[in-house]
């Protein structure tokens, strides 16, 4: 399937399934699980920085409009678009990533995705909670939150790979 | 000037890094400025009518809640009636509506998505600028206040809930009558904080309390909760007043939107008072 079509109709699905499941489980504690960030994380390998940022501004403002945050879920995904190449570049693989295709959990191995991705979700939802309250006082509170939402984000991508993403398709 | 072609080249990315974060975090910020925004935000016709066709599928799970809650009012509404109350004397107590303007109207409204967890918490209701709706008016429920209308659509409008940060509703207690702003510290969607009372003033455990109605946005006597837990703040000759609030946010489904008719008025009168001149230092 051609790359941009693809890409646009994860745009959708992400979007859909952020805004309309998982932004109203709610079950407390301030755990707020984001699939989100997963689709920025598997916008092809070749996409140069600059490219990645927009793309992630225009589909975090998409986010924005459907929670009321205007503008802090846009924000947190430009903060992942970011860091995303730096992590990758920090990580990459002895013979770099010519022969990789898709970014995944099958393509890239358990490990490599739990570093790379676990780090990325770090950043955003520290950014993200960090901007959302921008209190000193909040500090603990603002840690639980981070320490229960990055687990239940993490699970959440590696599930949704799981289900939807066949694991033929990847080329070694 | 070919200095500074090689250094935007060069910072290129972290630029446009930083113009992406201005841009979103002053949106963020000062929201309320930018009236572009409105597009972005569930007040919008898409994002409030794909809300509109989830609503259509979830309403029914609440259903039997949504019923007993609105029995429950009807019964409230009918003790108020004329029809009920019983006339003591029929020749000498006429009831003259000459005597009562009407001051506040109000306006039902269905939420069609709201949160709770969140720092600044808000509901999209289903009523907008074609219902007449402006920003700044009053929000309550059956069981008590609700929030002030933020953003207002054409067919949708976002109600910032008293689960917000800066919400201020001005409230006092129904016995005794101490006034002071609510607050909420973001941790429980239960429970609300009342900050600037005077310590010396006595309140007990389990005093309602209720809108004040200084501000002009809801009525005086709309009930807010109970206090529940009383400490006095370290240093400061104020309480730490937490309250537990009357409406559950995770169960709301249906709210009236208040007008008040006089607001203009009040704030006209209000914004001849002279502001207080600072004194000059020596």
Known sequence: ?172 | MRNLIAFFKRFQIFLVFVLLQVVALSAYVQYSEFARLQVFSSASRINGGLYDIRYAVTQHFNLEKTNRKLEWENAQLREKLKLSNYKIDRELIQIEDTNYHQQYLYMSATVINNTYDKRNNYMTIDIGKNHGIQKGWGVISSKGVVGIVHLVGESYSIVKTILSKNINVDVSMRDGGAFGLLKWDGINPKICQISGISNDISIKKFTKVITRGGSGIYPKGIPVGVITKRKSIEGKPLWDLQVRIAEDFRTIQHVYVIKNVMLDEMRELEGKIPPDKEEEEL
């Open chain 1, 1 to 172: 399937m051609n790359i941009f079509v693809l890409n646009s109709i994860r745009f959708i699905l992400f979007v859909l399934f952020q805004a309309l499941i998982l932004n109203n489980l709610e079950p407390g504690l301030g755990l707020y699980a984001m699939i989100y960030p997963l689709f920025i994380f598997m916008l092809p390998f070749q996409m140069g920085t600059v490219p990645l940022m927009l793309v992630s501004f225009a589909f975090g403002l998409v986010i924005d409009s459907f929670s009321n945050t205007f503008g802090l879920h846009a924000s947190s995904a430009v903060v992942m678009a970011f860091f995303r190449p730096i992590i990758f570049k920090w990580l990459s693989p002895r013979d770099g990533y010519e022969s990789v295709e898709s970014v995944n959990v099958y393509s890239m191995g358990g490990r490599w995705f739990l570093y790379s991705y676990g780090t990325l979700l770090l950043i955003h939802h520290t950014w993200f909670f960090a901007i959302e309250s921008f209190k000193l006082n909040e500090f603990l509170w603002i840690l639980i939150k981070i320490g229960l939402s990055v687990p239940s984000s993490f699970l959440l991508s590696l599930l949704v790979q799981f289900i939807f993403i066949s694991n033929k398709k990847v080329v070694r």
